[in-house]
């Protein structure tokens, strides 16, 4: 699977922008697809997770709430959508697949197919 994220960018404190990911290549089927950020200096860390499949989702505590992911299947699209954004989402945002029958809560190791990031920037 090919991944393509897009749609970073700066904002202000309490303002939402989108990203999204183009999907393409060989097909998800069954698996996960997942949203992932790093910030500078820390460790890349899970931000939510939707079935390819179906629309069970999942979310970090920190973003719960706040960022909704969903997908379009038939534009091969998936989206993050953030609200009420704060500087400590500041990060470099990675889309990524977990292919086979996975739970919502799969760990970072089940996904095997990454994009490039998109930065998004939170200013306060």
């Known amino acids: 699977v090919q991944l393509q994220a897009s749609g970073g960018g700066l904002v202000q404190t309490g303002g939402s922008l989108r990203v999204s990911c183009a999907v393409s290549g060989r097909t998800v089927g069954a698996g996960l697809m997942g949203w992932f950020r790093q910030a500078p200096g820390k460790e890349r860390e899970f931000v939510a997770a939707?079935?390819?499949?179906?629309?069970?989702?999942y979310y970090a505590d920190s973003v719960q709430g706040r960022f909704t992911i969903s997908k379009d299947n038939a534009k091969n699209m998936v989206h993050l959508q953030m609200n009420s954004l704060k500087p400590e989402d500041t990060a470099v945002y990675y889309c990524?697949?977990?292919?086979?029958?996975?739970?919502?809560?799969?760990?970072?190791?089940?996904?095997?197919?990454w994009g490039r990031g998109t930065l998004v920037t939170v200013s306060s």
């Open positions: 990524a697949a977990a292919p086979g029958h996975r739970a919502l809560q799969a760990p970072v190791s089940a996904y095997i197919d």
């Open positions: 939707i079935y390819w499949n179906g629309y069970s989702t």
